[in-house]
């Protein structure tokens, strides 16, 4: 009950709720070094929309399909929009005014009201169809089943449907922002001629004249909300895990594979298991944080420690090149990933080639300046036994499932052995 203030916690319980709750607090605990400024935004839409949900309704409300007209409750359910230009004059007024503002400050960028599905609905087929259309309004509790039965239908043929079961708790719920304290510091609120009842008729000009245009704006759109690459990659490695690392540990214990692995092959097999997870657990940490020099730092670590056991640099640079090809062929073998070819390129292929440049360039510089290598480390260093190796694997996971956005510690530098098996602090 009530309206979102800045003062409102952001305690939504759903996943994207979630992550920027985690976006929050970490601005707050970096405002002892720098100043920053939470900013909440409404659904944000162009002439074109691009905002999916409205695409998706007005896919359906449009259409010619048997629910073109069917509303989830009493169609009450709202929330606010702001169109893009006036979230970019918002952006604006708070770099223009950021040596007035405080050091941290939660900024709504919102009008003071909202826009219902039934309003939004009656508004857009009118300007389509120049007549009034008369939406049909399923209670709520034949909605929620009904949303769920499609939900799961459709995972079972591979194409998941836009309503989630866990939209069906915000049925004819109305998100109302009171935005008067953002407006106040910033000298700042949305334009009357930016409301999206306003807008509407010029979204559907956009539709009816560049219809081509328009599904292509609005589809990638929708790829970028619901397919980004890098979680679908990632997703991919974490159900693949125990598939991969099986590939991985028969090619390395190949008999005929021991001249190319003269070292790797005399590994006791636990520690040879544990020792390709972590690497499959630092790469799956790098493709779901898109940082790929988490790879390139982990391979120098590994290049210091295989180097002192008397490894040359080239039977570790292949194993590297040979866990990327396996694995970037494991994952373009699944149909569902089928579209991201150029994706697993990016994010596996190109993490493992900056790895093995690393074991090149680990190599080298322990032959001529090894001081310099201990201090581009700093203190990091690769477990040797197979419970070390476990550990240090469980706590790379613990991590990962936090959705750390790295493997560092708060402090610039990665951790320590001692810090990742839990042994000292970062």
Not at 377 to 384: A, D, N, R, S, Y
Not at 404 to 419: H, I, V
């Amino acid at each position: 009950g009530g309206s979102v203030t800045e003062d409102s916690p952001a305690d939504a319980d759903f996943a994207y709720a979630r992550s920027k709750r985690q976006g929050e607090d970490m601005v707050r605990d970096s405002a002892e070094w720098f100043p920053g400024a939470i900013i909440r935004l409404a659904a944000v839409f162009s002439d074109w929309c691009e905002y999916p949900p409205l695409y998706m309704f007005l896919q359906t409300w449009l259409g010619q399909r048997w629910n073109s007209r069917i509303l989830g409750g009493k169609g009450n359910s709202a929330v606010t929009y702001i169109h893009i230009q006036d979230l970019v004059k918002l952006f604006h007024a708070v770099i223009e005014k950021s040596d007035s503002l405080p050091r941290i400050g939660v900024y709504n960028a919102s009008p003071n009201f909202c826009t219902s599905h039934r309003d939004l609905f009656q508004i857009a087929t009118r300007y389509y169809t120049g007549e009034q259309v008369r939406p049909f309004c399923m209670p709520r509790r034949l909605a929620g089943p009904g949303i769920y039965l499609r939900w799961w239908l459709g995972r079972l043929v591979g194409r998941i449907p836009f309503e989630a079961p866990w939209m069906t708790r915000y049925i004819d719920r109305q998100l109302v922002v009171d935005a008067s304290r953002t407006y106040e510091a910033l000298g700042w609120s949305p334009a009357r001629r930016s409301d999206i009842s306003r807008r509407l008729l010029l979204m559907i000009e956009n539709m009816k004249a560049h219809r081509e245009t328009w599904n292509q704006r609005n589809e990638a759109a929708l790829r970028r909300v619901a397919r980004r690459p890098n979680f679908v990659i990632a997703e991919a490695l974490q159900e693949m895990r125990e598939h991969c690392l099986g590939l991985l540990e028969d090619f390395v214990s190949d008999p005929g594979h021991r001249d190319r692995f003269p070292h790797y092959s005399r590994m006791e097999p636990e520690a040879m298991r544990w020792f390709l997870t972590l690497i499959y657990q630092v790469l799956y940490s790098a493709v779901q944080t898109r940082d790929r020099q988490l790879m390139r730092h982990y391979a120098q670590v590994i290049a210091a420690r295989r180097r002192q056991e008397g490894f040359e640099a080239s039977e570790v640079m292949d194993l590297m090149t040979s866990v990327g090809e396996i694995v970037s062929e494991a994952l373009r073998r699944r149909r569902d990933l089928e579209d991201l070819g150029q994706q697993i390129h990016d994010h596996v292929v190109l993490s493992f080639q900056l790895a093995v440049d690393a074991v090149e360039d680990a190599y080298e510089t322990m032959e001529s300046r090894p001081q310099e290598l201990d201090e581009r480390l700093g203190g990091v260093e690769l477990p040797t036994n197979a419970s070390d190796l476990e550990h240090m694997v469980h706590q790379l996971s613990d991590i990962c499932d936090e959705a750390l956005p790295s493997l560092y510690g708060g402090t610039g530098r990665p951790l320590t052995r001692e810090q990742v098996l839990g042994k000292g602090k970062p």
